[in-house]
């Protein structure tokens, strides 16, 4: 094979390898940025559109460590004195160079890890008034959440609890599948929070309880 089949074979292995590793990644995060997306589009019930593939989440991030890892490799090994030669011959794109390797290196990671950050997309309810007309009608309760796969799933069923006027706090566990809600009952039921994170969520409330009242 003649140095110049060498290159292009190399190349294209090249390319195949950061095109596989970007895809893994945005895979991979897919079940974690589409309840963001469905925020900051104003597109309730589609968060749990890509829940279905956390499963294989662990195996799309280790794809894409295999993939990227491989184009790295590519790209720092030593190469032979003909390799050099041939180098010398022709100008790598900016699609072949080590920069783009690295933007393409950082987007992965930045995708990967979105769920760990994804908390900074939802506005904060600080300027909510909460007015507790008595103690008596303060009720706790617990959700059961279908669908929730992940940190970026709990903000988003923080956030649809939170922005109902009468909860006074709330916060979920993708691990437990469960939700914890304080509310007043004077101003909001229970019937109408379980509305509110079917509708702009997508999740499914499967069981609900009354811790205390």
Known sequence: MSSV??????????????????????????????????LLAGIGGIAATFSWMEPFRPYLIGLTLVTLGFAWYQKLKARSTEEVTCACDEELTFWQSKKFLSIVTIFAIVMVAFPYYSGIFYPENSNKKILVASERNLVEAQLEIRGMTCVGCEHSV???????????????SYKLNKASVTFDQSEVTLEWLIQAVETETGYEVVEKRIVKQ
Request: positive net charge.
């Open 158 to 172: 923080n956030h649809a609890l939170n922005s109902v006027e009468g909860v006074i706090k709330a916060s979920s």
């Open 5 to 38: 089949s060498k290159k292009l074979k190399k190349t294209g292995f090249l390319s195949r390898s950061v095109g596989a590793g970007l895809l893994a990644a945005v895979a991979a995060s897919l079940c974690c940025v589409t309840p963001v997306f469905s």
